[in-house]
């Protein structure tokens, strides 16, 4: 297979590695800004670039463009989404040559968080109350009918970006007219404080074939918006949280017509009322090295398994999941003060990985059972902070971009 994969951030890694060794001709589609990035040169046959990493129409024609150019002379068998903003270009290459892959209408309910919560609802999957911001009168009668605060987000930013918390109608319809012409991009729902959990998981023939389950110690809302440490656990194996949130996440894969790709599905559990309640999906792996996460728990790498069920499928040759192990594992994530911190001074031996990356500080630890796991990680950030280590930089309220 030849297979072009679009990321127009530096990840993916694992997944270009693990394509090449499938025996598959493997593009890259990346931003001209981050060519000297160390990809694995080795497993990548030809680069092109993007000069701009948006989503506009200027960018989209240069992209059918350069395809269409490409294709002259070589055939795509597959193209791949490797970020969460490269979804909607893999959908238009798709759609414009007839290459099998998700198309632009179910690439939306994996990007567009409003169509994400009007599927859901409509196929009886549980969502905060909700309202697009397309409609004066629908607003209101929404704000009316519900109890704040509320939280207005960005339809197509990934993690936490762009996300404002109204307390008020007033605060809220202030923050709706700032918004000016670009409104119709937002969305506004009820906040239910709770517990945070994301699944992430395999998909192929329209089964998932693998997922785990973890829940975020600290939320990537809080962590963005109020500059705090970034941790989360594996799930207690058995539980009723597992069950509930692999229940969600196959509703979820069905009803957004998910017929093979790695996702990260994120689930809230209310403190009030104790109901589970979706939040948002995504093809493509978790970001914040939860994929490293994953393995440690699990010996998965989601990464190379994704690029594995890509080739099995375009090939039509069945696709084997490896042995699977059932650990715990918790990752912790901050912002550093010191621009190559010592990771010296973390040295237990559950320490799976440690990170290597300017201006952070994190690590990933592994272990027999979540309490030893949770105990670790409280442990860590203490040190981060007593060490003097941890930095914060809050995300702005409104996307830049």
């Known amino acids: 297979m030849t297979i072009l994969c679009i990321c127009t951030y530096f990840k993916g890694v694992e997944f270009l590695k693990a394509a090449k060794e499938e025996g598959n001709t493997v593009f890259l589609l990346t931003h001209k800004k981050i060519e000297n990035k160390p990809w694995p040169r080795e497993s990548i046959d030809e680069f092109f670039y993007l000069e701009n990493n948006d989503n506009s129409f200027d960018t989209y024609q240069k992209l059918i463009e350069g395809s269409a150019h490409l294709m002259r002379t070589r055939k795509i068998d597959l193209v791949v989404a490797l970020d969460d903003f490269d979804v909607e270009k893999a959908a238009l290459v798709r759609e414009h040559f007839r290459i099998p892959g998700m198309g632009q209408t179910t690439a939306r309910y994996f990007r567009d968080k409003l169509a994400m919560r009007v ?8 969502v905060p109350g909700f309202s697009a911001l397309f409609n004066d009168v629908e607003i209101t009668h929404f704000l009316e009918n519900t109890t704040g605060p509320w939280l207005v987000k960005p339809r197509s930013e990934a993690s936490a970006t762009g996300i404002k918390k109204v307390y008020s109608k007033n605060e809220a319809w202030d923050w709706i007219h700032s918004l000016g012409e670009a409104r119709h ?4 729902e009820t906040f239910k404080p709770g517990d945070v959990y994301h699944i992430d998981s395999l998909i192929i023939n329209k089964e998932v074939v693998f997922e785990r389950c973890s829940q975020y110690l600290s939320t990537p809302f809080d962590v963005a918006h ?10 207690e194996f058995g539980s009723l949280d597992e069950q509930a949130l692999s229940l969600i996440n196959h509703q979820v894969m069905k009803a957004f017509g998910m017929k093979f790709s790695a996702s990260h599905t994120e689930v809230i559990k209310c403190h009030k009322d104790g109901n589970y309640y979706f939040l948002e999906t995504a093809s493509r792996v978790g970001g914040a ?10 010996s998965i790498n989601i990464w190379k398994e994704w690029a594995k069920i890509e080739t099995a499928v375009a090939e039509k040759k069945p696709y084997v999941l490896p042995k699977r192990e059932k650990k715990y594992s918790g990752i912790l994530i901050s912002l550093s003060s010191h ?21 952070h500080v994190g690590l ?20 981060v902070i007593d060490l003097g280590l941890h930095a914060s930089a809050p995300a702005p309220d409104k996307p830049t971009h």
């Open 119 to 126: 599927q859901a609802e409509d196929n009886q999957i549980p």
């Open 185 to 188: 991009n937002f969305l506004i």
């Open 226 to 235: 109020g500059g705090g440490i970034f941790r989360s656990v594996t799930v």
């Open 289 to 298: 090295h939860l994929a490293e996460m994953v393995e440690a728990s699990s």
């Open 339 to 359: 621009q190559w911190p010592n990771m010296d001074v973390f040295d237990d031996k559950e320490i799976f990985w440690k990170m290597n990356e300017e201006y």
């Open 364 to 383: 990933i630890v592994k272990a027999d059972s979540r309490e030893r796991v949770i105990e670790l990680l409280d442990k860590y950030a203490k040190m």
